[in-house]
């Protein structure tokens, strides 16, 4: 469990890099620039250190799960922060993405979580509802509407494309191959990459009257080392570091939905973050529902040591 608690500080840490990201670049674009900057880093460490880990059998089902997670999900999480801030973005995001993570697993390998887990895990999405009926504050731009759906949608693809590279890893561990989080995370961004421009390819040329919004930048950096800095702390933080821990959770839980759920805390941990970045201050609900969330985690951690 040590690896999905990491990979929630980590994602809460790159969902605030990610937010101001996309309103300097651009939604599309801050989504694409770092997943090439990410594919190229966890490639050079996979072919330089772990070449063994790569695995033809294996490979297009974690390609498969890149292109659903990454591709469709990454696209339209970086579509829905700049409409309803990092922290709500990410709570509809984890809260969804559990659930399809547990139908995910069901439909693919009819695996399903015990009952005190699955209470556990409810307890933990119970935590973030109470926040999410919170009343908010921050600066927003564009529909809310359309961030909820975009929201919505992002967590489709998060939690298919973790029950499809659970379904990769079970296949690697069935043929006894040896396998990496760090080369997971590869051979799921190459193909996070290919959807991402693809798709920001359709919106800047053949889509752009009707999706306007998805392209516009929302303010302007001071400086060009002030915009890499949010570029490269996404980058780092999500794709690399974080995606790579996440891959390391499955390996260690074997649970899609379990995974989810405890990465789902990162919508509490961001929120000293969205508070000091984006005027987006909790509320005593909002404490509530963290207190509540933490509690199921620990009960969670305990019953998967």
């Known amino acids: 469990m040590f690896a999905a608690v990491l990979s929630a500080f980590l994602f809460a840490a790159s969902a605030t890099f990610s937010q101001r990201a996309a309103r300097i670049?651009?939604?599309?674009?801050?989504?694409?620039?770092?997943?090439?900057?990410?594919?190229?880093?966890?490639?050079?460490?996979?072919?330089?250190?772990?070449?063994?880990?790569?695995?033809?059998?294996?490979?297009?089902?974690?390609?498969?799960?890149?292109?659903?997670?990454?591709?469709?999900?990454?696209?339209?999480?970086?579509?829905?922060?700049?409409?309803?801030?990092?922290?709500?973005?990410?709570?509809?995001?984890?809260?969804?993405?559990?659930?399809?993570?547990?139908?995910?697993?069901?439909?693919?390998?009819?695996?399903?979580?015990?009952?005190?887990?699955?209470?556990a895990a409810s307890i933990i999405l119970a935590g973030l509802a109470v926040t999410m009926l919170a009343k908010r504050s921050g600066t927003r731009h564009g529909s809310r509407f359309a961030g909820v759906c975009f929201a919505l949608l992002s967590a489709v693809g998060m939690g298919m494309g973790t029950a499809l590279s659970h379904f990769a890893i079970e296949k690697t561990q069935a043929l006894n191959l040896t396998s990496h989080g760090i080369s997971q995370a590869w051979q799921r961004s190459t193909a996070g990459v290919l959807v991402a421009g693809i798709i920001l390819l359709l919106v800047r040329y053949a889509l752009r009257k009707a999706l306007p919004e998805g392209r516009q930048r929302l303010e302007k950096s001071r400086s060009g080392c002030t915009a890499a800095f949010w570029m490269t702390g996404t980058m780092i933080l999500g794709p690399v570091l974080g995606v790579s821990c996440y891959q390391w959770a499955i390996m260690e839980t074997g649970s899609s939905a379990i995974v989810c759920a405890v990465a789902a805390t990162s919508t509490l941990i961001i929120m000293p973050l969205a508070r000091w970045l984006e005027k987006d201050r909790p509320s005593r609900q909002q404490i509530i529902g963290t207190l509540l969330a933490v509690a199921g985690v620990a009960w969670l951690c305990w019953l998967r040591k």
Not at 65 to 71: K, T
């Open 25 to 119: 670049f651009g939604s599309l674009e801050a989504n694409f620039f770092r997943l090439c900057g990410a594919c190229t880093i966890l490639g050079l460490v996979t072919w330089q250190f772990l070449p063994q880990s790569i695995h033809p059998d294996v490979f297009w089902w974690f390609f498969l799960s890149g292109a659903v997670g990454f591709g469709i999900g990454d696209v339209a999480l970086f579509l829905a922060y700049p409409r309803l801030g990092s922290r709500l973005a990410l709570l509809i995001h984890f809260c969804g993405s559990t659930i399809m993570g547990a139908l995910g697993d069901y439909a693919l390998m009819r695996k399903s979580v015990g009952g005190w887990e699955a209470l």
